[in-house]
Structure formats: C-alpha cells, structure tokens
C-alpha cells in the first residue's frame, strides 16, 4: 500500500514521510511532522500551543483526540475587565495551558496499541537538527515578521530569534533556536510527560510567571487532552466527520450539508459560490450563538446536524440574494497536515498558537514562544464563552475527515482562523461535487468571507482570476467585494490526502499558497 504526507511546509513533509518509510504509523509520522514544522513554521504554530486530531483506522468509526488547553486555575474575568480587557500580546494574553504536546503523548499511545513504538528520540530528530542547525527563512515568515515588528520591539526573547540586529530576517537567512533543540531533546529522552511534570514544565511554569501570566505549575500537572466522539453527518456521497465544541467543526460540517441541499440551484460558478457564501453565513449564525467549551453548552451539536434542522437553515438560503452581513469573525494562526500510512490508517491533524507568533512571548530556556489562545475568552459573565478557570476558549481548528460510498477516505483541513471552514467546502466542492483532480481544488482561486490572519476586513473576498469571472454577478446579488492578489496567503494553507480503498491508490496535494509539499510512495 502506498504512503502519503501532506504538510504546509516541505521540512515537516519530508520529516513525516521519513517515519513513514521507516513503518512508522501515521500517527507518529505526524508527530515527527508537527515537532519539525513547529520548528520551522514559527510564526503559525508552536509546542506552546494547541492541537486537534482526527484518526482513523480501516473499517472503524475514527477518533477525535482534544489538545486544547485549558485556562488557568487563576484567571479572574473580573480583573481583566478592571485592567480594560485582556490584553493581545505579552505575558498576560498567556491564559491557556498548551496541549498539543499532551496530544502528542496519547495519540502516541494509540499508535504503540497498533505495532511496537519508534523511540521517540527518532521521531523528533528532524526537529532537533532544523532547530540546532538553522531554520531558512520563507516570504511567509518574513511577512508575520514584517507584521509584529512595532509589537515586538521590546520583546527581547523574541527579537533574540526572529528580530537579527532589531531588525527583520531576509527570505533565505538561517535562524536557529538552540534553546528548543534542547527542548525537544530533553523530552527524547525523559518523555513528553516531562512538559507538564517534570523539568521543562518546572522551567516554562516559573517563566511564564515571571511575564505575568497567570498559568502556574498546578496548571501544568493537572493538565490532559481528552479523547472525544467526532461529529458527522450523512450527505449525499457519503459521510462527513469534523470536531466537536470547543471548535468551529460545527460550521464546516454545516456548510457543507447545506449546501448539498442547494447546490442544485446554482449551474454558473458564480451562482455555486454564492450559495456556499450563503450557506455559510448560516453556519456561522449558528456557530456563534453555541460554540464554547463543552462543558457549557447550551444546545447538543447533534441536533443541529437532524435532517429538519438542515432543512429549515437551507430554507433560509435565498439563491438570488445575499444575507446582509458582517458579523463578528475571529482570526488564527494554524497548521494543518495530513497522513496515510501502509496500513490504511488515516491521520488529519491541526496544530496552532493562535496569531501569528501567538502572544509573542518567547521563553528563553526552553525555546517556546506561548500561545494567546485565551482572548477568544469575553469578559462578559454572561456570555456563553466567557472567561472560567479550566474551560476551553472558542476555537477556529478544526481536522475534517470524509468517507464517501464510492470508498474514498479523505483527510482535509487548512490554516486561516475564518477562513477554515470555508476554505474546506471550497476544496471539498471542487474534488468531490465538481470532479476536478484534488491539485486544482485547492490551488484554483478562491474567496474568503470574513477575516483571515492578517486582516480586519469583513467583506466578501475573491482572488483576481475568480473575480474577473464572477465579481459583477455576485454584485449583482448584493455581495459587498474586495479583490485580492491571485495565490494570497491570505486565503489559507489548504491540503489533502485521499485514499482510494478499491484501488488502493493514493492521491495528496499541498496548497501552492504554502512553502508545503505533498509526498507519495
């Protein structure tokens, strides 16, 4: 059987297909990839972050595995209303603890339940030597670099990595980060449990403190990812599976159930991408009144995902004119990859800081610069996502994953806060409803309602080459536009790995928007 890894960076591509040449289960090539491209894609993801998994296996329903972190045990909604809100950057935007590296260690368990383990100094040796050796420096991380720089001047870990001489690096300089080689080295050898329990937990707990955060060690060890049932919902060709709250998964699985009930209404691909725009502005409106931690909910996701309710949001979609919007949207820095290996066994994974450097703390003994995950919390005590000690902050990740009848499983995500779920109907819409070859559904151009990283804008966005051929008729439905450049970032990182279980072919792409690459053997 044939292997595959797609990633948006081409270091973590190649760091996850090593695994898996060496037999190596998809779940520990990801976490190869995810240690590699938290190295070398600093700017949208790192070990201080997050991370959501979805898994599966031949024949088995797949697994969702929970990597957020939750807030601390001391942050106090009425203090940081008192200090006027919580700030974006800097020590006190650290409200969360990172999962991601607590994702890693049960994910890894699952995979030593399949076949004996790989030991875990092999599975973080690439990451170590990009970190030691030097990390090259893409336009993409030139750009966030661009981006943060007045932010950041005072930052003084930061700019001792990312800020050369107080300026910015140049596309193609070297940068290294000997303090999170050290991490990841560390944790080879003494465990991953080792972040949360041992001397790394002990390091970063007290540098946190020393920023101003709130987390602590108690934080720290009391800290664990959570294994959770994925939503899903049938459509017409098959069936789709997304995470449930604390993330966005609701909104893309709607989206895309919607719009197989309408997309019969459009024949033009203007009218194809109005109706996606439609639908998910239904999504969102649904998304937004009832995403929070799970804890919280105030309405089971499942019901939303009936066959009545889906009906009655489609019934809201006018094919010939668009819902008045904006409403408010959220941003994110993120990574999303995907893996087969030579068992069939599937893995679509996300892992992220939140902005683009997170809170741009960095912490200098260990190499990790911190998430700012936590002012996605609000202030008002009243609102259903509202800041609370242990619970998990609203989350714009989320890992799809399809089985359809004709017995194609696909692996599918992107990075882009807003953009996510969007940028997933996209593609889906392309390769599965439109038939194009899974390369082209993701690098044709696209459109992006809302915010991505980087922007504040709320308006309908369209790459050049989509809008030259659809801008006046979706103007014509009341749809407020903006033209960006063709192959913008701005549009997310999108990616695929599609098993085909009747052929046992394979086929995987990488968004061209990406420094990524997409591997097959």
């Not at 080295?185 to 449990?193: E, F, I, S, T």
Request: with cysteine.
């Amino acid at each position: 059987m044939s292997i595959a890894f797609t990633a948006p960076h081409s270091q973590a591509s190649e760091a996850g297909m090593a695994i898996l040449r060496q037999g190596g289960t998809a779940i520990e090539a990801m976490v190869a990839a995810a240690a590699t491209i938290a190295t070398v894609y600093p700017h949208m993801n790192s070990i201080g972050g997050d991370g959501f998994w979805v898994i599966s296996e031949p024949g088995k329903l797949p697994r969702a595995l929970d990597a957020c972190g939750t807030a601390a045990q001391a942050a106090d909604l009425n203090a940081y209303a008192q200090e006027g809100g919580i700030p974006n950057r800097g020590g006190r935007s650290c409200i969360t603890m990172a999962g991601a590296i607590d994702g890693w260690r049960q994910a890894l368990q699952l995979s030593a339940s399949w076949k004996p383990a790989l030991p875990l100094s092999a599975l973080l040796e690439a990451a170590i030597d990009a970190a030691r050796r030097g990390v090259r420096v893409t336009q993409s991380l030139v750009n966030a670099c661009t981006k943060v720089a007045p932010e950041f001047q005072d930052f003084s870990a930061y700019q001792s990595i990312y800020g050369p001489d107080g300026g910015i690096p140049a596309v193609n300089q070297t940068l290294t980060n000997a303090a999170l080689a050290d991490t990841f080295d560390h944790l080879a050898r003494a465990g991953l449990k080792d972040f949360y329990h041992g001397d790394i937990g002990f390091s970063l707990s007290r540098q946190l403190a020393d920023t101003g955060s709130l987390i602590r060690r108690s934080d720290f060890e009391r800290y664990e990812a959570q294994w959770v049932e994925p939503l899903s919902v049938r459509f017409s060709q098959g069936t789709l599976f997304n995470f449930p709250a604390p993330t966005q998964g609701i909104a893309s699985m709607l989206i895309l159930a919607l719009y197989d009930r309408v997309r019969r209404k459009g024949m033009s691909e203007a009218e194809q991408v109005h109706l996606l725009v439609e639908c998910t502005k239904q999504a969102f409106i649904q998304r937004d009144r009832l995403v929070t931690d799970r804890s919280r909910l105030s309405q089971d996701y499942h019901e939303l995902l009936q066959e009545a309710t889906l009906e009655q949001l489609a019934s809201n979609i006018n094919p010939n004119q668009a819902l008045p919007w904006p409403r408010p949207s959220a941003a994110g820095d993120t990574i999303w990859m995907g893996a087969l290996d030579q068992q069939g066994r599937m893995v679509s994974y996300i892992q992220s800081i939140y902005w683009e450097f997170g809170s741009g703390v960095v912490l200098p003994e260990t190499g990790v610069h911190w998430n700012n995950r936590g002012i996605s919390f609000s202030l008002d005590p009243q609102h259903h996502n509202a800041l609370q000690p242990g619970c998990r902050p609203f989350h714009t990740l989320n890992p799809a994953y399809a089985e359809l009848d004709d017995g194609r499983r696909m692996a599918y995500g992107t990075m882009g806060g807003e953009g996510q779920p969007q940028t997933q109907a996209a593609l889906f819409n392309r390769y599965v409803f439109e038939r194009l070859g899974l390369a082209d559904a993701i690098a044709l151009p696209r459109w992006l309602l809302g915010r991505s990283w980087g922007q504040q804008n709320h308006d309908l966005k369209l790459e050049q080459s989509l809008a030259d051929k659809v801008a006046d008729a979706l103007q014509a439905k009341g749809h407020q536009l903006q033209i960006v450049a063709d192959q913008t970032e701005l549009m997310g990182h999108a990616g695929a790995v599609v098993y085909h279980s009747d052929s046992g072919s394979v086929e995987a792409a990488s968004d061209p928007r990406s420094d990524g690459a997409a591997l097959i053997q």
